[in-house]
T-cell receptor, first 112, second 114 residues
Framework: KNQVEQSPQSLIILEGKNCTLQCNYTVSPFSNLRWYKQDTGRGPVSLTIMTFSENTKSNGRYTATLDADTKQSSLHITASQLSDSASYICVVSARSQGNLIFGKGTKLSVKP | DSGVTQTPKHLITATGQRVTLRCSPRSGDLSVYWYQQSLDQGLQFLIQYYNGEERAKGNILERFSAQQFPDLHSELNLSSLELGDSALYFC?????????????FGPGTRLTVL
C-alpha cells in the first residue's frame, strides 16, 4: 500500500536553532517528492520538489534530501525564525498513477 | 497571494444537501487540482483537470464530481452531504499537467455540514 509517514508529529524549537524533519515512504513506482509549508488555515506553499535522480535541493534556509534507495527524505531548516512555525507536509507522487500521497505533516513551533 | 482564487470562503449547510465550490486558477495555468483536508485525515488529493479534461483521480467519492470549463475555472460539486464531509477544500493550479509541476494553492473553502 502506498504510504507516507512523517516524524516527529510535532516539534518545538528555540528561534535560531536548526531542526530536521523526516519523511519515509513506500510509494511505488516513485515519481517525485515534495515538501510543503502550510500556515494554519491557509493553503500549502511549495518548498522543494525532487525527482528520482536528485538527492539534495535547497530553497533559502530549507534543504531537502532524498535517498531513493532507503525511501527516505528529510527537510533541514537552518537558523529557524518565528515565521517558520507551521506544518510541513511531505508529498510523494506515484509515476503513471497520477496520484499524490500526503503525509500527515510535522507541526513545528518556533519559540522566542 | 498565490493568484488562485476560491469561493466561497466559508460554507455552512445541512446533511443531505448539495454544494458547489468554485476555483479560478492563476493566469496561464492549465491544470486545476482539488484537495480535501480534514483534521483526522490530513490532505487528500481528489482530482486533477488539465485544459478541460480529467487527468488524474485520487480518493474522490462518487457523491463528489468536478469539471473544468473552457475559461479554465473549475467547480467541485458535493452532493448528499454527510457530517464527515466537513473539511477545508483546497484548489491548486499549475502551468502544465505533469506530476513534477509546481502547484499553487488557493486559500481554501471551509465547509461545515451540520
Amino acid at each position: 500500500k502506498n504510504q507516507v509517514e512523517q516524524s516527529p508529529q510535532s516539534l518545538i524549537i528555540l528561534e535560531g536553532k536548526n531542526c530536521t524533519l523526516q519523511c519515509n515512504y513506500t510509494v511505488s513506482p516513485f515519481s517525485n517528492l515534495r515538501w510543503y509549508k502550510q500556515d494554519t488555515g491557509r493553503g500549502p506553499v511549495s518548498l522543494t520538489i525532487m525527482t528520482f535522480s536528485e538527492n539534495t535541493k535547497s530553497n533559502g534556509r530549507y534543504t531537502a534530501t532524498l535517498d531513493a534507495d532507503t525511501k527516505q527524505s528529510s527537510l533541514h531548516i537552518t537558523a529557524s525564525q518565528l515565521s517558520d512555525s507551521a506544518s510541513y507536509i511531505c508529498v510523494v507522487s506515484a509515476r503513471s498513477q497520477g496520484n499524490l500521497i500526503f503525509g500527515k505533516g510535522t507541526k513545528l513551533s518556533v519559540k522566542p | 497571494d498565490s493568484g488562485v482564487t476560491q469561493t466561497p470562503k466559508h460554507l455552512i449547510t445541512a446533511t443531505g444537501q448539495r454544494v458547489t465550490l468554485r476555483c479560478s486558477p492563476r493566469s496561464g495555468d492549465l491544470s486545476v487540482y482539488w484537495y480535501q483536508q480534514s483534521l483526522d485525515q490530513g490532505l487528500q488529493f481528489l482530482i486533477q483537470y488539465y485544459n478541460g479534461e480529467e487527468r488524474a483521480k485520487g480518493n474522490i467519492l462518487e457523491r463528489f464530481s468536478a469539471q473544468q470549463f473552457p475559461d479554465l475555472h473549475s467547480e467541485l460539486n458535493l452532493s448528499s452531504l454527510e457530517l464527515g464531509d466537513s473539511a477545508l477544500y483546497f484548489c491548486a493550479s499549475s502551468v502544465g499537467g505533469r506530476l513534477t509541476d509546481t502547484q499553487y494553492f488557493g486559500p481554501g473553502t471551509r465547509l461545515t455540514v451540520l
